[in-house]
């Protein structure tokens, strides 16, 4: 057999330098990142790796014959599916896709704090309770403290096993030895393996952390639940170098300081990646929200200025939410304008289309908008209440009682009709709503067959809304 250069039957050592914002590797150190450009981000990793076995290497040359045991037909390949284990807080199991899928790995990201370890510390237990055995693997707090959470939570139940390690081998052969239904581990980025140098939470090891356990996970039926800490660029270290290794990336997010928590899918194997789950942060834990939809609308009745009500949609789920705009005139130099919930460049549209368009002028006045409850939104529909509610806050006069809007504005100052106005419509209408106004389309006009209030233009609906004096 000839010789097959110096990587033939010894373990390669291989020094590669990764960008911790964006992964990307190079061979050799720069102060600034080749890909993604940002400065003092390349860290050296050793990788050590055995050489491949021959057959790996005929593969890798794509000439394996392979018997009839290689192909199965379609119809006897089992799904996925079977055997998904709803968790019991159906608010998460709605953004899972209706449990966790065996085999499977998902990451649960996170700022620090929100409540990633509380969380999957309750799955865990609900599971454990349900009779299927659990792991909670912390890496970050001690054996201890996490029993004086269970406590809290109501967590103390058999078959629910504590691994307190940072090592990923350790990790690994516990998860491995007990096979248990699901595994927790906290977090990704305080576990390492022994087999690469670089140090916990970089790059290198929070990959290898990542692809060790899901390669554990396909092996068997375990799903593995990865906690992940957020960081400061927003995502799960480093911008996508883990959503490619996990079947499903989900995320809980919400105000520090509210108690309010939102479970979103950001990637999903087995699932849709629209739904919303509703929880709230409690001395016990994280508890269901009865009526999610009820849950965004802060103010009571009667309507006060500034404040409008639209009905999004978010997955499969409509939910009424609060938009408070506040306008004030502002001191001297730039006006300010701040948002929270939603995009501050979408509020200076809409600021530019009132101007141009209903003949309402806010340049002289400071400009505060608010999704109220720590909601997020992002559709276009949330519009029209926006401009409502700016321009409810400016004429000092509440939105009509009983009305909700729901519609996109283009530049030109038209309405175009939300997707799924039916669904918002049953929404409004079970919310006890009377009115919801929306654009016009060629198939509707006024006061339509559907119930809703059809309207082409903003100034029409404005005129619409806002109540006279
Ligand atoms: P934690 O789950 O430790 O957050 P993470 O793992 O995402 O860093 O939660 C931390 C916060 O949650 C902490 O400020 C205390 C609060 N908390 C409650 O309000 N109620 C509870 O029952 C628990 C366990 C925590
Ligand atoms: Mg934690």
């Known amino acids: 057999m000839p010789a097959r250069g110096k990587m033939g039957g010894v373990p390669a050592v291989r020094s590669v330098y990764v960008c911790q914002q964006c992964g990307a590797e190079s061979p050799k150190w720069s102060g600034q990142c080749p890909s993604c450009e940002a400065w003092n981000t390349l860290v050296e990793t050793v990788t050590i790796r055995q050489p491949a076995s021959p057959a790996a290497r005929a593969r890798g040359r794509g000439a394996v014959a392979v018997g009839p045991g290689v192909i199965s037909p379609i119809s006897e390949v089992q799904s996925a599916e079977t055997g998904r284990l709803p968790t019991g807080i159906g608010e998460v199991d709605r953004v899972l896709g209706g449990g966790f899928v065996p085999g499977s790995i998902v990451l649960f990201g996170g700022d620090p704090g929100i409540?990633?370890?509380?969380?999957?510390?309750?799955?865990?237990?609900?599971?454990?309770?349900?009779?299927?055995?659990?792991l909670y693997v912390?890496?970050?707090?001690?054996?201890?403290?996490?029993?004086?959470?269970?406590?809290?939570?109501?967590?103390?139940?058999?078959?629910?096993?504590?691994?307190?390690?940072?090592?990923?081998?350790?990790?690994?052969?516990?998860?491995?030895?007990?096979?248990?239904?699901?595994?927790?581990?906290?977090?990704?980025?305080?576990?390492?393996?022994?087999?690469?140098?670089?140090?916990?939470?970089?790059?290198?090891?929070?990959?290898?952390?990542?692809?060790?356990?899901?390669?554990?996970?396909?092996?068997?039926?375990?799903?593995?639940?990865?906690?992940?800490?957020?960081?400061?660029?927003?995502t799960v270290a480093g911008p996508r170098t883990l959503e490619h290794l996990v079947d499903a990336v989900i995320y809980l997010e919400g105000e520090r300081l509210g108690s309010t928590r939102l479970v979103r899918g950001a990637k999903n194997r087995f699932g849709s990646t629209d739904e919303v789950g509703v929880l709230e942060m409690r001395g016990d834990g994280l508890v269901e929200v009865p009526d999610a939809s009820r849950f965004f609308l802060e103010s009571e009745q009667p309507p006060v200025a500034g404040s409008a009500v639209t009905i999004a949609v978010e997955g499969t789920?409509?939910?009424?939410?609060?938009?408070?705009?506040?306008?004030?005139?502002?001191?001297?130099?730039?006006?300010?304008?701040?948002?929270?919930?939603?995009?501050?460049?979408?509020?200076?549209?809409?600021?530019?289309?009132l101007a141009r368009h209903a003949g309402l002028n806010l340049t002289g006045h400071d400009v505060y908008v608010n999704v109220a409850g720590g909601l997020r939104i992002e559709e276009p529909s949330a519009d029209l209440a926006v401009a409502a509610a700016l321009a409810s806050s400016l004429r000092e006069r509440p939105i009509r009682s009983g009305t909700a809007l729901a519609g996109e504005l283009s530049l030109a100052g038209r309405i175009r009709p939300s997707p799924r106005i039916e669904r918002r419509l049953a929404e409004a209408r079970r919310l006890g709503f009377t009115h919801l106004v929306t654009g016009a389309s060629s198939r509707h006009g006024g006061t339509g067959g559907d119930g809703a209030l059809h309207v082409t233009d903003i100034r029409s609906a404005l005129r619409e809304v806002l109540a006279a004096d």
Do not use: F, W, Y
Not at 115 to 134: E, I
Not at 319 to 342: K, M
């Open 115 to 134: 409540g990633k370890s509380t969380l999957l510390l309750q799955l865990a237990a609900r599971l454990a309770a349900a009779g299927h055995p659990t």
């Open 138 to 234: 912390t890496g970050e707090e001690s054996a201890a403290q996490v029993r004086g959470r269970a406590e809290r939570v109501d967590g103390v139940v058999p078959n629910l096993g504590l691994v307190a390690t940072n090592e990923l081998e350790t990790a690994v052969g516990a998860i491995g030895g007990a096979a248990p239904s699901l595994a927790v581990v906290d977090s990704v980025q305080t576990m390492t393996s022994a087999e690469l140098a670089g140090p916990a939470g970089s790059v290198g090891q929070v990959r290898e952390v990542a692809t060790r356990l899901a390669e554990l996970a396909k092996a068997g039926r375990t799903c593995v639940a990865l906690v992940g800490h957020v960081t400061k660029e927003g």
């Open 317 to 353: 789920r409509p939910l009424a939410v609060e938009i408070q705009a506040l306008v004030a005139p502002s001191g001297a130099g730039a006006p300010r304008r701040a948002t929270t919930g939603i995009d501050v460049n979408r509020v200076l549209m809409l600021i530019a289309v």
